[in-house]
């Protein structure tokens, strides 16, 4: 039957409506489009009103620039933009609309009126709808303020198809009001509400500084993602990273708390989504996600948005520049915190989840209770100590135990060791023995609560498992095996990735047949495979023989790592694949070299473990990338015993 026909142009609602199957997928994507045509005029306000999810009534309402009366017709016609004239101007478009087709196509599939005023004259407005198969505009004036306000109803109700994948009411409310999130946080120096059937959801006040931003995310997303996250400010090769990263240990069961913007615009692209992949892969724990919310400032020209219908993709001229430059300035980022920092600890307390109940109440940092516990009058201890802290002298005992551990002339806890402890394995017996040495070699000040270490003085160790330790701001619990696993870990990776790493030729090379695109991507990184200790060479213009890998991998299944190297390598521009396994090996060796449960420490012992904790990287994590400790504060401890109500 089709052959019959005549090739023949389509009417403008018809080819709108085939246009809106792009754009158009259901409220929130409506909402998106409309609001930002707003966010693009310049507005310092923006109302959004929903009814029934969005199906029934869209309304945004700015006060923008507005559109000037002899604009308006075109600005439902498609392919009609005042934000682009020139391919120049495309290649490095900074608004965030600039096709000119989303009011057309929207128009195509509802029944939408747009309102708008360019003068501060209320009586300056004039509105225009689309009526008929052919779409014509018509124009009539109408009292209206300064800037524009759409209005969407009745959404799909001339094409039932489309309608009736539409979900409930509560659904589809979901998704506007996590594209209303997203826009939220693209523009803090915007004020913005959200209603949903005349009943007020959100209201964010403009924010002019960190502090206000602060506040914007926890009303968005909760304090508790504020209480478990870094601030971060970074600057490179002409890029600019900054925002907050989740701690490994606050991370979710599915990717809900993932916001990634470029230039103001959100993204959801492979390359982004790999290097934080990256990032977080040696402290987060299997199967969870990171939470975070990122912006990367960057020049327009090195970036492309038209390259997905609804803009959420984006391509970088340089991918491999800005892949490494995410990747590295997170993963600095993550190994840099230490409990000095006074982050947050990994685990969060009662307080943390009585501020993610109550966001309303939460406030950006931890306000201290007008009350106050008492101080109680603990008899001296021999030696001028009191219980509740350790004198100058049992600091000097303590320290030198933990010297005793780390003398200067030591490579690393896994020293080999000719005896054992009864029970223990050689770095067992290391630790040990070396903490009974415990000469004096530093010289501590006099006993000052200022100068209490992080992590606090150890003062037990609980079934054999756990450490308690008395810090400045209450009680803090380790799992000595988990934290000693993660030190004796980073030891290792310093040591292997140091320097080149030890290969071994193999007997009989692999022969591994790829892709002509494989083999010039092998050739032109020879020289980042040398220096992990791979050797390839080029047998055939689709072939490749491996012919020397590391020792530590001379067990392993050759072929499938080169492989995945490869297509990261085509990708990515770069590959981790060898480093990753390299590090699943000296995870193992570092979880059976630490020290094993019902393993008794003695005082010093526990304290030396605690000083190392607090001058290693990611120490908040083991290598499974699970909490190494948790902190309770003295109002928390107080909270569970009712003092002071």
């Given at each position: 039957?089709?052959?019959?026909?005549?090739?023949?142009?389509?009417?403008?609602?018809?080819?709108?409506?085939?246009?809106?199957?792009?754009?158009?997928?259901?409220?929130?994507?409506?909402?998106?489009?409309?609001?930002?045509?707003?966010?693009?005029?310049?507005?310092?306000?923006?109302?959004?009103?929903?009814?029934?999810?969005?199906?029934?009534?869209?309304?945004?309402?700015?006060?923008?620039?507005?559109?000037?009366?002899?604009?308006?017709?075109?600005?439902?016609?498609?392919?009609?933009?005042?934000?682009?004239?020139?391919?120049?101007?495309?290649?490095?478009?900074?608004?965030?609309?600039?096709?000119?087709?989303?009011?057309?196509?929207?128009?195509?599939?509802?029944?939408?009126?747009?309102?708008?005023?360019?003068?501060?004259?209320?009586?300056?407005?004039?509105?225009?709808?689309?009526?008929?198969?052919?779409?014509?505009?018509?124009?009539?004036?109408?009292?209206?303020?300064?800037?524009?306000?759409?209005?969407?109803?009745?959404?799909?109700?001339?094409?039932?198809?489309?309608?009736?994948?539409?979900?409930?009411?509560?659904?589809?409310?979901?998704?506007?009001?996590?594209?209303?999130?997203?826009?939220?946080?693209?523009?803090?120096?915007?004020?913005?509400?959200?209603?949903?059937?005349?009943?007020?959801?959100?209201?964010?006040?403009?924010?002019?500084?960190?502090?206000?931003?602060?506040?914007?995310?926890?009303?968005?997303?909760g304090a508790k993602f504020l209480d478990n996250a870094l601030h971060i400010d970074l600057e490179a090769t002409g890029m600019r990273l900054w925002g907050w990263v989740g701690l490994p240990t606050h991370s979710r069961a599915q990717a809900d708390q993932q916001y990634f913007f470029v230039n103001g615009r959100v993204v959801r692209d492979r390359l982004v989504a790999h290097a934080i992949r990256q990032a977080y892969r040696d402290v987060l724990f299997h199967g969870r996600h990171p939470v975070f919310v990122l912006y990367l400032d960057v020049d327009p020209m090195v970036v492309d948005v038209n390259v997905h219908p609804t803009k959420h993709e984006v391509r970088f001229r340089d991918g491999r520049l800005v892949h490494d430059f995410l990747f590295s300035s997170l993963h600095r980022a993550l190994g840099e915190v230490r409990p000095q920092d006074g982050s947050a600890a990994p685990a969060a307390g009662p307080a943390a989840q009585a501020r993610d109940a109550h966001p309303a109440e939460a406030s950006d940092t931890a306000v201290e209770p007008r009350w106050q516990q008492q101080p109680m009058a603990l008899h001296s201890a021999p030696g001028g100590e009191r219980e509740g802290r350790p004198g100058a002298s049992r600091v000097r005992e303590f320290m030198a135990g933990y010297q005793a551990l780390h003398p200067e002339h030591e490579a690393s806890l896994l020293t080999p060791q000719s005896e054992t402890a009864p029970g223990g394995t050689a770095a067992e017996t290391a630790f040990v023995e070396r903490s009974r040495l415990a000469p004096e070699r530093v010289t501590l000040p006099d006993d000052d609560p200022t100068q209490a270490p992080p992590l606090g003085y150890a003062v037990a160790q609980l079934h054999g498992v756990y450490i308690l330790a008395q810090t400045a701001r209450g009680l803090v619990m380790v799992d000595m095996h988990a934290a000693h696993e993660r030190i004796v870990y980073e030891r290792m990776k310093t040591q292997v990735h140091a320097g080149a790493l030890d290969a071994q030729p193999l007997l009989v090379p692999v022969s591994l047949a790829v892709s002509v695109n494989a083999v010039e991507t092998a050739e032109a990184c020879r020289e980042a495979f040398t220096r992990l200790g791979v050797e390839l060479d080029v047998a055939g213009p689709e072939t490749l023989l491996v012919r020397q890998v590391p020792t530590l991998l001379a067990q392993a299944d050759v072929e499938p790592l080169i492989r995945d190297m490869l297509g990261d390598l085509e990708r990515y521009g770069r590959s981790d694949r060898l480093e990753a396994h390299i590090n699943e090996l000296l995870a193992t060796m570092s979880c059976h070299g630490s020290v094993r449960a019902n393993r008794r420490l003695t005082v010093p012992e526990m304290n030396a473990l605690l000083r190392d904790m607090e001058r290693t990287e990611r120490s908040g994590q083991c290598n499974h990338g699970r909490p190494t400790w948790t902190e309770m504060s003295l109002a928390e401890l107080d909270k569970l015993f009712l003092r002071g109500q």
């Open positions: 039957m089709n052959s019959t026909r005549r090739i023949q142009i389509l009417d403008p609602r018809l080819a709108n409506q085939i246009a809106a199957g792009e754009v158009v997928e259901r409220p929130s994507s409506v909402l998106k489009e409309l609001v930002e045509n707003a966010i693009d005029a310049g507005s310092r306000r923006i109302e959004i009103d929903l009814e029934s999810g969005g199906t029934r009534l869209i309304k945004v309402r700015d006060d923008g620039s507005g559109i000037d009366e002899a604009d308006l017709p075109l600005a439902l016609s498609r392919h009609a933009t005042s934000k682009i004239v020139s391919l120049e101007e495309l290649e490095g478009v900074t608004s965030l609309g600039f096709r000119g087709e989303a009011l057309a196509s929207i128009s195509s599939v509802s029944r939408l009126e747009l309102a708008s005023n360019t003068a501060d004259d209320p009586a300056g407005g004039w509105r225009v709808v689309a009526e008929g198969r052919q779409m014509e505009p018509r124009v009539s004036p109408i009292p209206h303020p300064r800037g524009t306000s759409v209005t969407v109803r009745d959404l799909f109700f001339n094409t039932p198809a489309r309608r009736k994948f539409l979900r409930t009411e509560k659904t589809e409310f979901g998704h506007a009001e996590e594209a209303f999130r997203r826009l939220a946080l693209s523009r803090y120096d915007i004020g913005w509400v959200l209603r949903h059937n005349q009943k007020t959801v959100h209201q964010l006040r403009p924010a002019d500084d960190n502090a206000a931003s602060e506040r914007r995310i926890a009303a968005l997303l």
